[in-house]
């Protein structure tokens, strides 16, 4: 159980283009989703909290309109990099959370290339 | 704040050695406690956690870690390492206050090398 996955595992996509990660829980009912971003080498940092229903919450430095998180049901979440450019080219990994349990669930991540 | 502290970077053991990888975070309450492994390429795998109760806990994989708050510290140990187990290994501290339930913050992680 508690499994989440990512769609897709690897995008390259051209400068200024966007591009749309997505994010399931596919046995629970994540009320929270997380999504991280980790450069090589280094750690995962937090880019926003989303709760289901409700307006992500970005953390400071991360550009809400660049990163537009969307958590319309209880198993998906999706980011979207808007007009994304190579600095963006990263790993992004979301987290999943069901109501009243304090353990996040990773999923695979998803490899962003910008060209 | 709160914060983790992973002091070493790079640890290279050989095969069949102990291990152990050290961890220390600062936050004012008793803290949840996490360890995950990441391969190449891949999402994170948790080994072990503790949120209360016996401070040594036993995970998966033959991994261990004891919470010793007096320390501050939660360190990860395994008696025998296999060459499996070379990967990337984060510690990681989450809380419990409202609105922030779940969020965790991770230490810089640590690349353990395990030699033939």
């Known amino acids: 159980g508690a499994v989440v996955s990512q769609h897709p595992s690897w995008v390259i996509c051209k400068s200024g283009t966007s591009v749309k990660i997505e994010c399931r829980s596919l046995d629970f009912q994540a009320t929270t989703m997380f999504w991280y971003r980790q450069f090589p080498k280094q750690s995962l940092m937090l880019m926003a909290t989303?709760?289901?229903?409700?307006?992500?919450?970005?953390e400071q430095g991360v550009e809400k309109d660049k990163f537009l998180i969307n958590h319309a049901s209880l198993t998906l979440s999706t980011l979207t990099v808007t007009s994304a450019h190579p600095e963006d080219s990263s790993f992004y990994i979301c987290?999943?959370?069901?109501?009243?349990?304090?353990?996040?669930?990773f999923g695979p991540g998803t490899r962003l290339t910008v060209l | 704040a709160q914060s983790v502290t992973q002091p070493d970077i790079h640890i290279t053991v050989s095969e069949g050695a102990s291990l152990e990888l050290r961890c220390n975070y600062s936050?004012?309450?008793?803290?949840?406690l996490f360890w995950y492994v990441q391969s190449p390429g891949q999402g994170l795998q948790l080994l072990l956690k503790?949120?209360?109760?016996?401070?040594l806990v036993q995970g998966i994989k033959g991994f261990e870690a004891e919470f010793k708050r007096s320390q501050s510290s939660f360190n990860l140990r395994k008696p025998s390492v296999h060459w499996s187990d070379a990967a990337e290994y984060f510690c990681a501290v989450a809380h419990d206050r409202g609105s922030t339930l779940g969020r965790l913050y991770f230490g810089r992680g640590t690349q353990l090398t395990v030699w033939p």
């Open positions: 936050y004012g309450a008793t803290p949840y």
């Open positions: 987290s999943a959370r069901a109501q009243g349990y304090n353990e996040q669930f």
């Open positions: 989303s709760n289901e229903g409700s307006k992500a919450t970005y």
């Open positions: 503790y949120f209360s109760g016996d401070t």
